[in-house]
């Protein structure tokens, strides 16, 4: 016997004469992350129902609500139109669970022909009352069973499972991200991935620092965001000769803004590489020192690619909550060294300025260590 699945997309539906590209990107990308499970679907009333081998459901379910373009999906039965037809599904279905209070929902997509909606709720309820024998209530039912019929079919379910909104993945679309061991980069990363962008993740790693738990918690983190995309793509830079001469030369109230100037030239010239059309970074505005109105406009400066700050305007509160929903506070809570941190001053510079950095550049040969961090980086597909 088989399910079906009710997949309500996103944003393609505002998307006009180019919906139907997006809805077969969408369906592309649920064939790829679904793989080797295989399906059949229809197009039909702003929906995509897959029809799925039964013991298939749970693994549906776990794949479905990481994939970007979906509103929303619900594991559903299906039948005709004819209203005699729903009430036997409905009965059927019903018999298997264990409730006593219900309510029924229907929607119709087809508003011109079939019985209206609150006539269908009205006598499958009535229906369920006397074949059942379980009582109605519509404030707070302990089952609510949902009617959505089609053009051509109805469909019975009971949860709708949401997804993480947005638009497909578009092989097309590459950025290249930022990723510390942090809590804002890995949402700033999947912030991007459910607009529709490939996102290859860049790390910037000191040997010194604790490698062992450090690359640990970066694979890990790599690994949770993969499940929003087709492929996830984890370069490793080596940071460690960089950062010595940073330290050798550079006042430890301006660290910081040094390290980060050389993370952009260098994920810079990876994007380039890559054919990536943006840089994306976990910028909280003014959340620490680093990220201030000044320090980000040092740090930005002179780079030829865009930058894209997707967390700009969040608050720590905000990021929090989507890491919970995504899957990595866990593993960004567990603690590992940070490069980024590295013999930093107690209390560094706060208003820096773009002239200041340029001339402290002066003094480093940034083209040789920018050079050999690239020769010696390192990728791990995820």
Request: aromatic residues 8%.
């Amino acid at each position: 016997m088989n399910s079906y699945i009710v997949i309500h997309y996103h944003e393609i539906g505002l998307k006009g004469k180019n919906r139907l590209h997006f809805i077969k990107m969408l369906i592309n990308n649920v064939k790829k992350k679904c793989e080797p499970m295989e399906f059949r679907y229809i197009i039909e009333s702003g929906q995509v129902t897959l029809e799925i081998e039964k013991k298939d459901e749970k693994k549906y379910s776990e794949i479905l609500d990481k994939i970007p373009g979906i509103a929303f999906f619900s594991i559903a039965t299906r039948t005709t139109l004819d209203l005699d037809d729903i009430k036997n599904e409905v009965i059927t279905v019903l018999k298997k669970k264990d409730f006593s209070t219900f309510r029924i929902t229907t929607k119709r997509h087809d508003k011109n022909h079939g019985t209206q909606s609150q006539e269908v709720n009205r006598q499958v309820g009535a229906e369920v009352v006397e074949k059942l024998k379980k009582k109605v209530s519509l404030k707070e039912p302990e089952l609510t069973v949902k009617i959505e019929t089609t053009f051509e079919h109805s469909y019975i379910s009971f949860q709708d499972v949401p997804g993480c909104g947005g638009l497909p993945t578009d092989q097309r679309q590459k950025v290249v991200a930022l990723l510390s061991g942090g809590f804002d980069s890995p949402v700033a990363a999947y912030m991007m991935m459910k607009r529709g962008c490939e996102v290859i993740l860049v790390h910037f790693h000191n040997k010194n620092v604790d490698k062992t738990s450090v690359e640990s918690k970066i694979k890990q983190l790599a690994k949770q965001l993969s499940k929003f995309q087709l492929k996830t793509k984890l370069i490793i830079v080596p940071f460690d000769e960089i950062q010595k001469e940073i330290i050798v030369k550079v006042n430890s109230t301006l660290r910081m803004l040094v390290y980060r100037r050389f993370m952009i030239k260098i994920a810079s010239m990876i994007a380039k590489d890559e054919r990536a059309r943006f840089l994306v970074v976990g910028d909280s505005l003014s959340q620490v020192a680093s990220q201030t109105f000044n320090n980000l406009r040092a740090t930005y400066h002179g780079e030829e690619i865009h930058i894209l700050s997707p967390v700009i305007g969040l608050d720590k509160d905000e990021i929090i909550k989507i890491t919970r929903r995504i899957g990595t506070f866990d593993i960004s809570a567990q603690p590992a060294g940070d490069c980024c941190s590295f013999f930093l001053a107690k209390h560094p510079e706060l208003k820096s300025d773009v002239k200041t950095l340029l001339r402290i550049e002066e003094g480093i040969d940034v083209d040789k260590f920018v050079k050999e961090a690239i020769e010696k980086i390192r990728v791990v597909e995820c």
